[in-house]
Nanobody, 115 residues
């Protein structure tokens, strides 16, 4: 059974930084794409970063240049470094993995950016 656990969320002021981590168990981590989505209150869940098994990354324009996704296959962990945070980045951040995205989900971690 695949299990994903996100950590690293919290409350930060606008302009600050946070680093999210997601540890995956129960799957062949290195073979799968990984992604981070977020869901703001009243809005649909949206992709904020993805990384393929080969290390290629993709970001929407809303976070490009501010967010960086990376993976450590030895630790079965994917990271999301978030810099220059804005209040509109507030939401629950979910980790997902699979041969295609979205796949299995974690439980999410709350990120709140105050103005």
């Amino acid at each position: 059974q695949v299990h994903l656990v996100e950590t690293g969320g919290g409350l930060v002021q606008a302009g600050g930084s946070l680093r999210l981590s997601c540890v995956v168990s129960g799957s062949i981590f290195s073979a799968n794409a990984m992604g981070w989505y977020r869901q703001a209150p009243g809005k649909q869940r949206e992709l904020v970063a993805m990384i393929t098994s080969g290390g290629n990354t993709n970001y929407p324009n809303s976070v490009k240049g501010r967010f960086t996704i990376s993976r450590d296959n030895a630790k079965n962990t994917v990271y999301l470094q978030m810099n220059s945070l804005k209040p509109e980045d507030t939401g629950v951040y979910y980790c997902t993995q699979g041969p295609t995205l979205p796949g299995n989900w974690g439980q999410g971690t709350q990120v709140t950016v105050s103005s």
